[in-house]
């Protein structure tokens, strides 16, 4: 079984930057694919980010691509997102998940497990 916590969401001002984390227990991800997804208020779940056991990503290209930045530190079992240049329609819940297969895929449903989530809020 695999915990995943996400962490480093909260209160930001439009254009400024946060940095998430997730960190994951119980096994080790070294060899998933992770990825990031978010929630805002009335709207579906929505992909954001994913990242291959080596490092290849890929990002939702038209709303985070060029502001968003995805890593993964297999040492220490970690899974980051850089969010700079924050805008309003940023604001949501975001989630991290594991996908136990190869694959980088943008649905949640090909991922198999998944995080609590931290509010991200970005002001205007």
């Known amino acids: 079984q695999v915990q995943l916590v996400e962490s480093g969401g909260g209160l930001v001002q439009a254009g400024g930057s946060l940095r998430l984390s997730c960190a994951a227990s119980?096994?080790?991800?070294?060899?998933?694919?992770m990825g990031w997804f978010r929630q805002a208020p009335g709207r579906e779940r929505e992909f954001v980010a994913a990242?291959?056991?080596?490092?290849?990503?890929?990002y939702d290209t038209d709303s985070v691509k060029g502001r968003f930045t995805i890593s993964r530190d297999n040492a220490k079992n970690t899974l980051n997102l850089q969010m700079n240049s924050l805008k309003p329609e940023d604001t949501a819940v975001y989630y991290c998940?594991?996908?136990?297969?190869?694959?980088?895929?943008?649905?949640?449903?090909?991922?198999?497990?998944w995080g609590q989530g931290t509010q991200v809020t970005v002001s205007s």
């Open positions: 998940a594991a996908r136990v297969t190869s694959g980088l895929r943008r649905s949640g449903n090909e991922y198999d497990y």
């Open positions: 119980g096994r080790t991800l070294s060899r998933y694919v």
């Open positions: 990242i291959s056991s080596i490092g290849v990503s890929i």
